[in-house]
């Protein structure tokens, strides 16, 4: 099976955009994620997917994290932690009893670890949720390698 034919046909499906955010050695921390699912009304559940070769995905090993789900607005924000450097940008944080959180996402969602499974190049990482905020506003979307945000705006003020 072709493997980058397989991701691209994945790539098919469009999705909101999270960071997934932890605090280890007194520093904050945090991983780009479109593989967010929830799990579990009670109790109450979500997951997130990261590919083994990342470092995050040893670092977030049994750590309290923070799953963010960014806002339109953000776009900057999920390259930032994607590993693109964004010159000039600063990430603004906010520090919870859970961990750090992102300011300015969409909605948040605090988790104690709850289960670790692996799953092929990847971990699954459950988490159980402790607290939870959430506000208006449009989500950042994903699909076929491509922020949706701008195509999606220019589409509305075209058939305007």
Same mark, same amino acid.
């Given at each position: 099976m072709d493997v !980058?034919? &397989? !991701? #691209?046909? =994945?790539?098919? =499906?469009?999705?909101g955009v999270t960071v997934v955010t932890w605090k280890k050695d007194d520093r904050y921390h945090g991983i780009t994620v479109n593989a967010f699912t929830s799990v579990s009304l009670d109790p109450p559940l979500l997951l997130v997917s990261i590919d083994k070769k990342a470092k995050a995905c040893s670092m977030l090993e049994d750590r309290p /994290?923070?799953? #963010?789900? &960014? $806002? $339109?607005?953000? @776009?900057?924000?999920?390259?930032q =932690?994607?590993?693109?450097?964004? @010159?000039? /940008?600063?990430?603004?944080? @906010?520090e919870t009893d859970t961990g750090p959180r992102l300011k300015g996402a969409l909605a948040n969602f605090e988790c104690m670890p709850w289960q670790r499974h692996e799953a092929g190049d990847h971990i699954l990482y459950l988490g159980e949720i402790k607290e939870f905020s959430y506000g208006n506003g449009e989500p950042l979307? /994903?699909? !076929?390698?491509? =922020? &949706?945000?701008?195509?999606i705006r220019e589409n509305q003020r075209v058939n305007q």
């Open positions: !980058r034919e &397989l !991701r #691209n046909c =994945f790539g098919h =499906f469009a999705t /994290f923070v799953v #963010n789900i &960014l $806002s $339109s607005d953000q @776009e900057k924000t999920a390259w =932690f994607a590993g693109k450097e964004q @010159e000039g /940008f600063e990430v603004e944080w @906010e979307m /994903f699909c !076929r390698g491509k =922020f &949706l945000n701008d195509q």
